[in-house]
């Protein structure tokens, strides 16, 4: 980038860090796009005459509740929740909830700016936003659970609705926590309407919903593979986390012919270098989803090591898959896999990599496909829920399936058409972030100053 396009980044972002003082993860987020955008604004001046970018780095609204609930022994617990109506400009507000001790504003606010983006790439009429809770599921009884689920929606409901704003499950919100939310919307609102996505099958749920945000970001991997000649048939994979992306990208990769070794959480990785297959997967699933233990269990059951409070990234492999959390993959873990021979990353968690990381990748042009492109599934199969629901009727697995597979791969396309640079090596981050913004950009302009 030249030296003015730097100035004018700078002078941007020291505006939106005064202005979210604290926000750490908001900034990063907000840079990684400004950066790239910014040439593209420079070349098309109605952008910035229009101040679409002020607007977009402010939320049309925030939410922020006291959540009270009871806990086993009778004892008041109160946590904090959150709702971030970032642009509802192409649709309703669109994003998942996020459980987990480390949520804050900034955090959420991070997600609900790629959310807007992230939205728009999917070619579906979604606005973003996010939300969640500093609660922390694990440990907690099913009753305690369903006690703060029904306080959090109990405010909650009051700003959300089918044609206003969607929430979804991210970390800590599975399909039971949407169950419990739903439940509640429906009792408060005495209305059956598809006001979350994630639901259970029975009552109106999407088929391939669980299993979209690991499939896509594997077909995405597929994808970008293509454009150099290859595929996964027999590629060492590298996987981080254990909870609902991490476990569909691990069947993916194994339907693909893949060969996937590692699986962590938040105490550590395992790495079976025989290759986790369809049992062990099934087995994890099992420990992940219902008796909800930790993944070192994993290396006693099967034979195979467990490191303790690592990531998997110092583990040779051919591709790599981070779908645990936000900057997860840091500089030096980016040399270690580049110089291990990993040729691609394919982000299914938000955010995993840092700046110093992503600048490691592009730098060694390795295929890496950022999380607001390559982790879109989840968010487009909601889309896809939230059709059937309109329509009161529900697709077939097949039939889901196929129109994810389609949409991952028109992301990819819109992701070559704009990042594709002048060597010919393609700029996923760059052709993320403006195919992203067009859509939204020129909604806003034609709608006004909103
Ligand atoms: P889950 O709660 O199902 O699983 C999260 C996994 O990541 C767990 O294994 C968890 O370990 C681990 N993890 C969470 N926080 C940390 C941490 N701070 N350090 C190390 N490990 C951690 O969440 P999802 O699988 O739904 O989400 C994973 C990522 O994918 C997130 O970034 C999310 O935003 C993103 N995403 C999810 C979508 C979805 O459809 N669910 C859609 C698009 C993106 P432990 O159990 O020990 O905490």
Same mark, same amino acid.
């Given at each position: 980038m030249s030296d003015i396009l730097d100035v004018k980044v700078n002078e941007f972002m020291a505006k939106v860090i005064a202005k979210n003082p604290g926000e750490t993860e908001f900034h990063q987020a907000v840079k990684e796009v400004v950066e790239s955008l910014m040439p593209f604004i420079e070349e098309n001046p109605k952008y910035k005459q229009h101040k679409v970018l002020e607007r977009m780095v402010e939320p049309e609204r925030v939410i922020i509740f006291r959540v009270p609930w009871l806990d086993d022994n009778g004892e008041i617990q109160v946590n904090r929740g959150f709702r971030i109506q970032m642009s509802s400009v192409i649709g309703p507000f669109k994003g998942g909830l996020r459980l987990h001790p480390t949520v804050n504003l900034g955090i959420l606010k991070f997600l609900a700016f790629e959310q807007v983006l992230k939205n728009s790439l999917t070619t579906l009429p979604m606005g973003g936003g996010k939300g969640g809770s500093d609660f922390d599921p694990k440990g907690k009884s099913d009753n305690e659970v369903m006690r703060?689920?029904?306080?959090?929606?109990?405010?909650? %409901?009051?700003?959300?609705?089918?044609?206003?704003?969607?929430?979804?499950?991210?970390?800590?919100?599975?399909?039971?926590?949407?169950?419990?939310?739903?439940?509640?919307?429906?009792?408060?609102?005495?209305?059956? $309407?598809?006001?979350?996505?994630?639901?259970?099958?029975?009552?109106?749920?999407?088929?391939?919903?669980?299993?979209?945000?690991?499939?896509?970001?594997?077909?995405?991997?597929?994808?970008?593979?293509?454009?150099?000649?290859? *595929?996964?048939?027999?590629?060492?994979?590298?996987?981080?986390?254990?909870? *609902?992306?991490?476990?569909?990208? $691990?069947?993916?990769?194994?339907?693909?012919?893949?060969?996937?070794?590692?699986? %962590?959480?938040?105490?550590?990785?395992?790495?079976?270098?025989?290759?986790?297959?369809?049992?062990?997967?099934a087995w994890v699933m099992e420990l992940k989803n219902i008796r909800r233990g930790r993944i070192s269990e994993y290396a006693e059951k099967f034979g195979c090591e467990f490191v303790a409070g690592k990531t998997p990234w110092g583990v040779k492999c051919d591709c790599a898959f981070p779908s645990a959390t936000q900057n997860e993959v840091n500089e030096n873990d980016a040399k270690t896999l580049i110089a291990n021979g990993c040729s691609l990353v394919s982000e299914g968690a938000n955010m995993p990599s840092t700046p110093d990381a992503i600048e490691v990748y592009i730098k060694a042009k390795i295929l890496y496909g950022p999380g607001k492109a390559a982790n879109a599934g989840g968010v487009a199969t909601s889309g896809l829920e939230m059709t059937q629901n309109s329509m009161r009727l529900p697709w077939s697995r097949e039939e889901v399936d196929a129109k994810l597979h389609q949409i991952m791969i028109n992301i990819h396309k819109t992701c070559v058409k704009y990042g594709t640079e002048a060597d010919g090596y393609i700029n996923y981050v760059k052709g993320a972030n403006i195919g992203g913004f067009i859509k939204v950009a020129d909604s806003m302009i034609a709608q006004g100053l909103v």
């Open positions: 703060f689920c029904q306080s959090f929606m109990t405010e909650l %409901s009051k700003y959300i609705g089918a044609d206003t704003d969607v929430p979804a499950g991210d970390i800590g919100t599975g399909g039971r926590e949407i169950g419990y939310m739903f439940g509640q919307y429906k009792r408060l609102r005495n209305e059956f $309407v598809g006001v979350l996505t994630g639901k259970s099958l029975e009552w109106g749920g999407s088929l391939i919903r669980p299993e979209a945000t690991g499939y896509g970001s594997v077909y995405f991997a597929q994808e970008m593979l293509a454009t150099r000649g290859g *595929n996964l048939k027999g590629k060492v994979c590298t996987v981080s986390g254990s909870g *609902n992306v991490a476990q569909y990208t $691990v069947e993916k990769l194994i339907q693909l012919g893949a060969k996937p070794v590692t699986m %962590s959480d938040s105490s550590g990785y395992i790495y079976d270098p025989a290759g986790i297959d369809t049992e062990k997967l």
